[in-house]
């Protein structure tokens, strides 16, 4: 399926037939549903919404999950167990993004307004865990005696660049891409 269809992904007739450009007020209204969700009821009736009442397009499917994961957070986040700091809220996010998206690797979120800030220099310096790199040298090990995987191809179609890279990750011992390897 192509990334700009137009064309719902499952067409049913008695459904509003989305537009994610023609569509924006609709999916800004469901982030300002589920922002304030704060009671299951109503939440499964804005999820029952989301599923029943429209014939999404490619980029409004997208919408529509993410609204409902959101109000399902909030609403949890404001019952009786809920109430979480800002701390835990990234422990979500983190969870969120290695279970929806499967990735078990190490991971960095670059926010990019903290460079309007000079005390947050030391969060941007190009530098990794000492644990990171020798997760990238073991990967890399892998990649190269053929018991690993690449994302997308496999061993068999790895470049000559590619190759190289990973030799010099195990054997030259070459931090990528100007890389330092620190603590903290």
């Known amino acids: 399926m192509e990334k700009k269809?137009?064309?719902p992904i499952t067409r049913v007739l008695s459904k509003r037939d989305l537009d994610e450009a023609d569509d924006k007020k609709v999916v800004l209204e469901w982030y300002h549903t589920a922002k304030n969700m704060t009671h299951t009821h109503t939440l499964k009736k804005f999820?029952?919404?989301?599923i029943n009442d429209y014939n999404h397009d490619y980029g409004t499917i997208c919408h529509a999950i993410n609204a409902a994961a959101l109000a399902s957070a909030n609403c949890l986040n404001r019952s009786d167990v809920g109430g979480i700091d800002v701390r835990q809220a990234g422990t979500v996010m983190w969870e969120f993004i290695r279970g929806w998206m499967r990735y078990e690797q190490p991971m960095r979120?670059?926010?990019?307004?903290?460079?309007?800030?000079p005390q947050f220099g030391h969060s941007h310096e190009k530098t990794?865990?000492?644990?990171?790199?020798?997760?990238i040298q073991l990967k890399a090990k892998e990649l190269l005696d053929g018991s690993g995987r690449l994302p997308i191809g496999g061993t068999q179609d790895m470049s000559w660049a590619v190759r190289n890279h990973l030799k010099n990750i195990v054997h030259a011992q070459i931090v990528p891409f100007g890389y330092e390897v620190r603590d903290g």
Do not use: M, V
Request: charged content about 15%; glycine content about 0%; proline content about 4%.
């Open 5 to 7: 269809n137009k064309t």
């Open 47 to 50: 999820i029952d919404h989301l």
């Open 109 to 117: 979120l670059i926010n990019y307004q903290e460079f309007l800030h």
């Open 128 to 135: 990794i865990t000492p644990a990171t790199w020798e997760w």
